[in-house]
């Protein structure tokens, strides 16, 4: 039964749970439904599919992270930027709106699936850590700009394509001439309401006396009451006689349980995207995952994470659905609005079950720009520009990661934005690591501590050269620690010794003992012994299993204290050519 409480969370917090929970997580629930209803037929827009579709996948992927799923807040489903980067994947091989269409974003979301179920087989949770949270950062910021400026087409009731900045800015240029004045004045509306919703709405009801639960819960209802008031207004006024695009009928009832069509679908060309829509929305849902568990001392499971999102997007391809992750808005209401246990995600499939069968009749008369403020109301707190001050005063590195995700991002688009992304972080990771850093040391006066000689008073000796590397060992670092070591012994002509402090090196490969062992002969030919201190037993035990040990001209110590005063004796005792008795 432990193994299947594993791979099962489910059966682990469902054996406690109780009375409180189950309330905490029905109200819970409850809000998060209000907030996903809206937010699902939009982001289906967003992703080029009708409406309902936004429905379907957020229904039973709820069902399937809950069961499998590491995390006790996160809630899963459609969000902005795997939309977008759905609409950018399936568009290239089908015609938006038709039929091929459908049927090619649920096969994304099978095959994105079935990548991160294997990834969670695998143990690949550890890839999470291959893409820096600045990049990400920029990469979302980015996304969040595309996503804003793409649904200005929808605001002015205009038709304008592209995916880019490039390609957007100048198709909105050229039709500001064509803008529809009713659909700009719906459009302008429900975003000045649904900025003014998410930030004054509840604090307002709360000082008209509602109770603070019910205003809290009202204020999240912002976006179901707009689109209730934008319909009611577009039927009664009959707006799409003025020009104004609507939803339509969408139809009504749960999606049917199928096994999506691979064959004479174009999978061969969706793999890429699918690996980077997994990639980016695990990445994701880790990062927020981390984020609330942390703040109630719970932990995650990266592996586990990967095997609740597979399960997830295998559900949605199963109902109709496409791509889904975790989503950080509406996870974030999820924990604050004291939800304990998976089972939140349950009733919130529950509520949009409900919703899918009774409240689709009434979408007809939705305009479409009350859906296009929603998505841009939602994108923008995704949107953070400080990361770029912040990156700039942190590092120069870090900034250029960035700055260049974030135009990738914006010039060419979401798919090499992300590649690009994914890129610079190992770029950035194996620059550092390539370059580790080393200080020259000495002891700091009566402690028996050794610190950097730029950073501290400490006392040296100039026929002794300690020298600290931080940083693992291995073929690409290999080379410049080889020149940083030798680089010192050139500068020091009265130099007799060389000490070499390892209490940072966790691990050490072929390449840079053979550099090792390079160190060791062009001393030796310079008529100087090299020492190392502080090796780990894991490095040590590699060591032994070549003849580097054998070949050195001096020992290893133990502690690195201990060398200098016995390498120190010797030298003095050298210095007044009294030889000394016992052996180093």
């Given amino acids: 039964m432990s193994r299947w409480r594993r791979y099962v969370p489910a059966l682990d917090w469902a054996r406690q749970y109780n009375r409180s929970a189950l309330l905490s997580d029905g109200l819970a629930a409850v809000i998060v439904t209000i907030m996903l209803i809206p937010q699902s037929l939009a982001y289906a827009m967003l992703a080029g599919l009708p409406p309902e579709v936004g429905l379907y996948a957020s229904i039973l992927p709820l069902v399937a992270y809950a069961l499998l799923g590491s995390s006790r807040t996160l809630s899963v489903g459609p969000v902005a930027v795997v939309s ?88 909105l240029w050229h039709k500001l001439a064509t803008i529809n004045l009713p659909t700009l004045m719906i459009g302008g509306f429900m975003l000045m309401f649904l900025f003014w919703a998410r930030s004054a709405l509840a604090p307002l009801l709360q000082r008209l006396g509602v109770p603070e639960l019910a205003a809290k819960v009202l204020g999240r209802a912002g976006p179901v009451l707009g689109i209730v008031l934008s319909s009611l207004l577009a039927k009664s ?10 939803v339509g009928e969408v139809p009504s009832g749960l999606p049917q ?37 942390a703040k109630r001392r719970q932990k995650i499971n990266p592996d586990q994470e990967l095997l609740g999102l597979g399960a997830a997007n295998i559900a949605a391809s199963l109902s109709g659905g496409y791509p889904v992750t975790g989503g950080f ?7 604050d609005a004291g939800a304990e246990t998976p089972a939140a995600g349950l009733m919130t499939a529950l509520g949009i079950a409900l ?55 914006l010039v060419f688009g979401v798919e090499a934005g ?26 700091v006066p009566g402690t028996g ?3 950097n000689v730029d950073r501290h008073k400490v006392t040296t000796r100039s026929d002794l050269l300690q020298i600290r590397v931080d940083e693992t060992l291995y073929f690409a670092n290999a080379s410049y620690v080889e020149d940083r070591i030798m680089a010192e012994v050139d500068s020091r002509p009265g130099l007799r010794r060389v000490l070499l402090l390892c209490t940072a090196v966790n691990e ?77």
């Fill in 84 to 171: 977008l980067m759905t609409a950018t994947a399936v568009s290239q091989v089908a015609p938006p709106g038709s039929g091929l269409y459908l049927q090619v974003a649920i096969l994304l979301a099978l095959m994105s699936g079935a990548m991160l179920l294997i990834m969670g087989l695998l143990r690949l949770g550890f890839l999470a850590n291959f893409l820096s949270h600045p990049v990400i950062a920029g990469f979302i910021t980015a996304s969040g700009i595309l996503i804003a400026i793409s649904q200005l087409k929808h605001i002015l009731g205009v038709s304008a394509s592209g995916s880019t900045l490039p390609q957007l800015l100048p198709e």
């Fill in 237 to 246: 006024l009959n707006l799409e006689a003025h020009g104004v695009a609507l």
């Fill in 257 to 293: 349980l199928t096994l999506p069509s691979v064959l004479g679908l174009p999978w061969p060309e969706l793999w890429v995207s699918a690996l980077l829509i997994s990639l980016i929305g695990f990445v994701e849902s880790v990062s927020v995952g981390h984020t609330l568990a």
């Fill in 329 to 335: 808005a509406r996870s974030v209401v999820n924990f």
């Fill in 355 to 409: 919703a899918a069968v009774f409240f689709t009749p009434y979408l007809s008369w939705l305009p479409i720009a009350t859906l296009a403020a929603t998505i841009i109301v939602a994108v923008m707190s995704l949107v953070d520009l400080s990361i770029l001050s912040r990156s700039w005063r942190f590092g120069r590195s870090d900034f250029s990661a960035v700055s260049i995700t974030v135009l990738v991002t």
């Fill in 418 to 443: 992300v590649t690009c992304g994914v890129l610079v972080s190992l770029a950035l990771h194996l620059y550092r690591s390539s370059r580790p850093h080393m200080a020259v040391i000495g002891e």
């Fill in 449 to 451: 501590h050794y610190r």
């Fill in 508 to 584: 050490i490969d072929m390449s840079a003992v053979e550099v090792l062992e390079s160190i060791n002969e062009q001393l030796a030919e310079r008529g100087l012994t090299f020492y190392l201190s502080e090796v780990k037993g894991p490095v040590m035990d590699l060591l032994r299993r070549t003849s580097f040990l054998d070949e050195l001209s001096g020992r290893v110590f133990l502690s690195h204290h201990d060398a200098v005063c016995r390498l120190a004796a010797e030298l003095d005792a050298e210095n007044t050519q009294q030889v000394p008795n016992w052996e180093i």
